[in-house]
């Protein structure tokens, strides 16, 4: 006997608690098929639309290179810098 795992969530009804959230498995149409045939009760996705979206570029994430002076490296992994920081900052080594 299988065992019923249905919920409601704001007032939608899912076959099962289990979702994939908004990544590449849920990018296309055959992806979030695919989902449901392998039984995940739902997926999030970006965005929803009429037409499909044309011209996107991939991400537009930016990574910074840091050298041990660069303001842009976490404190703690400076060199030279003491075990705590003075003031409300709290960091402890």
Known sequence: MATNLSVSFTGLRLENPFLLASAPPTESENNIMR?????????VTK???LHPV???AGPKTTFLSATPDSPNLSI???P????TSGGDAGIVE
């Open 54 to 56: 044309v011209d996107v």
């Open 80 to 83: 030279g810098m003491p075990a």
């Open 76 to 78: 703690r992994k400076r």
């Open 47 to 49: 965005t929803i639309g």
């Open 35 to 43: 989902a449901f045939d392998a039984g995940w009760g739902g997926v």
